[in-house]
DNA sequence: TGTACATCAGTGAACGCGCGTTCACTGATGTAC
DNA sequence: TGTACATCAGTGAACGCGCGTTCACTGATGTAC
């Protein structure tokens, strides 16, 4: 058990220091932009020499891979959390309990919002297939929920609202099928568009640009999700 | 004669040569990204020294708030054509065009989308009151006519929709309520949300994100602008 | 028309900087007998 | 319990690179008389 314990000591250690080296990275990124995420800093920053970090990553690159699949995980998790605590409300409730919940998780983690759904890290690039398809993944999967939930009361028999399976990625298709068999091509497209509409006023939030002209984002955010509700026919 | 003639000669090499630096800034950045913008790189790729640039814009900061500029400008410049030539049609088709416009001078001007609404170009500094205020606000006054254009049905008698004109920048006020005086409060909280709305499927287009889960960006584009149109109250 | 001067776009070498990454190493921690 | 060995986290110096920026300069273009 000694033996065990010991290894295992270094082991806890080692998963400390790595977590420690993700959380200053994004520390830098929050406090000066994608571009402060440089192993020298981040080394700086924690009184290491900028080499003792490729002991726990192979090169920056793998770092910041790293950092976009846990800040993806982070955000699912955020949201579904949301929305598995919401299982008792109506659909409509549950749809603002999801969004507000994705704004909020958002607005905390500015930087993480931004690796993943703004700009690459400068110098960056991603393995092949994307940093990190699933975690991403999970986000629409999320989605798809909000979409199921909804009905197909919600998805307009608009003219050139014509989707079929075709239109959608076949990853994704794999992951959403499944897990809601009731879910038409039309309502795939209606999660897509929710996801869009709620990332718009979210984006603009997280870079500035809409405080920059309003004082209550929040309040505008709110009418915002209750005009999306409506639109969906569901009631309050 | 001869005089004008010669120094007006110069003055427009001088005033190609500025064009030259900003459109080879920009094409280094759609093909690699913010961080492409060097004043290295771009003199490398016109055939100069790097400190030639220097006779142009005093620093590499200025040569970037005046890319933001120019962008922003070309934006709104797009957006307001194709709002004056719908000004024959009805609001819903006018919206339509407009929302068309933006997707549209989005995808054929990634590199500049990002630059706006994006990550900001790293190590670059804004000036105080940021890069180009005037410039942004115009495309705000640009969508507070499409608010304005809606009419007052399209503002929901909500719970929670209490706005009055302290909840927005007395900057954009300024701007927007002398072109629009007929325009209240919840009408430029409409205006925000209506961007916000649009800004959202365009960015994650332009980031790839919606490419990675539809072939048909254009397709739900359409339908959640129909849909747009139908919350707004308006018919076809 | 010709000549002396002013303008000014662009050169080329150099600066100091921070970066990712490599290398040979040290010293503490854990393991085997 | 004590000793010899293995592991491995971290050091420190060095590499080559591209960057923004400065400096003293050159050479062509335009101007004045």
């Given at each position: 058990m000694a033996a065990t314990s010991s290894t295992g000591r270094r082991e806890r250690l080692r998963a400390e220091t790595t977590a420690e080296i993700k959380r200053t990275a994004l520390e830098l990124m929050r406090s000066g932009g994608p571009d402060a995420i440089t192993l020298r800093a981040i080394a700086r920053?924690?009184?290491?020499?900028?080499n003792a970090i490729y002991g726990y990553f192979a090169t920056r690159d793998d770092l910041v891979t790293a950092l976009i699949a846990d800040v993806y995980t982070a955000l699912a998790d955020a949201v579904d959390a949301a929305w598995a605590d919401s299982?008792?409300?109506?659909?409509?409730?549950?749809i603002r309990a999801w969004a507000c919940a994705f704004r909020a998780w958002?607005?905390?983690?500015?930087?993480?919002?931004?690796?993943?759904?703004?700009?690459?890290?400068?110098?960056?690039r991603a393995p092949d297939g994307g940093a990190a398809p699933d975690a991403a993944r999970r986000v629409c999967v999320g989605i798809a929920a909000l979409a199921d939930a909804a009905g197909p009361g919600a998805e307009p028999a608009e003219e050139g609202a014509d989707f079929d399976w075709d239109d959608f990625d076949p990853g994704l298709l794999a992951k959403?099928?499944?897990?809601?068999?009731?879910?038409?091509?039309a309502?795939?497209?209606?999660?897509?568009?929710?996801?869009?509409?709620?990332h718009g006023l979210v984006?603009?939030?997280?870079?500035?640009?809409?405080?920059?002209?309003?004082?209550?984002?929040?309040?505008?955010?709110?009418?915002?999700?209750?005009?999306?509700?409506?639109?969906?026919?569901?009631?309050?």
């Open positions: 920053e924690m009184g290491m020499t900028a299982a008792a409300d109506t659909p409509a409730a549950r958002a607005l905390a983690n500015p930087e993480g919002f931004r690796l993943i759904y703004g700009d690459p890290v400068p110098g960056y959403v099928r499944p897990a809601f068999p009731a879910l038409t091509p309502g795939v497209a209606l999660a897509l568009r929710i996801w869009g509409h709620l984006a603009l939030e997280v870079y500035g640009h809409l405080g920059a002209q309003t004082a209550s984002p929040d309040k505008l955010f709110r009418l915002e999700l209750a005009q999306l509700v409506r639109s969906l026919g569901l009631a309050g």
